[in-house]
T-cell receptor
Framework: EAQVTQNPRYLITVTGKKLTVTCSQNMNHEYMSWYRQDPGLGLRQIYYSMNVEVTDKGDVPEGYKVSRKEKRNFPLILESPSPNQTSLYFC????????????FGPGTRLTVT | GENVEQHPSTLSVQEGDSAVIKCTYSDSASNYFPWYKQELGKGPQLIIDIRSNVGEKKDQRIAVTLNKTAKHFSLHITETQPEDSAVYFCAASKGGGSNYKLTFGKGTLLTVNP
């Protein structure tokens, strides 16, 4: 089954404790992206990757890091989480640029206390 | 950068009625306009999309219209059913280039009452 998977689905952590949210897709997609979803703000792009070893900032990259060492994986790293990073996070993938369907993962709900 | 405005933020209809959600965009270079449906506890899923060389597209009970001159596009759902209840997001993209980036509206919570 073609899908985007994220782990963990739920995470409660404390301020300053480094964490990684994993994202994996099995569709051989070149493009991958991370979004955060907050009430009243919709979905905002954090980072994206056009291909292996190619990453760039989206609209709200502060406090986040990413890496793309393999085509299928695109982890999101919070080196020192803060309460304002409490949010619902989605990973998405797409075949390539040019406009087309982005496939979203099921989401990771992160709470930072 | 691109800015997408979406209205209304909430919409309640009776089963069988039609629902219309409207979006405007700011960047005239945007050429791809998808609509996503997000059910409770799930990620958004594409339901229909339209490109700038097309004025209207229909898929069963769902249709999208695009007015490039006015820079607005709309989602139309006819004969609504309770399973249409969800949050709907419009988005805009230039497609291609250095970032295939979707700029999303803030979403519309659609409730279809049986």
């Amino acid at each position: 089954e073609a899908q985007v998977t994220q782990n963990p689905r739920y995470l409660i952590t404390v301020t300053g404790k480094k964490l990684t949210v994993t994202c994996s897709q099995n569709m051989n997609h070149e493009y991958m992206s991370w979004y955060r979803q907050d009430p009243g703000l919709g979905l905002r792009q954090i980072y994206y990757s056009m291909n292996v070893e190619v990453t760039d900032k989206g609209d709200v990259p502060e406090g986040y890091k990413v890496s793309r060492k393999e085509k299928r994986n695109f982890p999101l790293i919070l080196e020192s989480p803060s309460p304002n990073q409490t949010s619902l996070y989605f990973c998405a993938s797409s075949i390539a640029g040019g406009g087309g369907e982005q496939y979203f993962g099921p989401g990771t709900r992160l709470t930072v206390t | 950068g691109e800015n997408v405005e979406q209205h209304p933020s909430t919409l309640s209809v009776q089963e069988g009625d039609s629902a219309v959600i409207k979006c405007t965009y700011s960047d005239s270079a945007s050429n791809y306009f998808p609509w996503y449906k997000q059910e409770l506890g799930k990620g958004p899923q594409l339901i229909i999309d339209i490109r700038s060389n097309v004025g209207e597209k229909k898929d069963q009970r769902i249709a999208v219209t695009l007015n490039k001159t006015a820079k607005h596009f709309s989602l139309h759902i006819t004969e609504t059913q309770p399973e249409d209840s969800a949050v709907y997001f419009c988005a805009a993209s230039k497609g291609g280039g250095s970032n295939y980036k979707l700029t999303f509206g803030k979403g519309t919570l659609l409730t279809v009452n049986p």
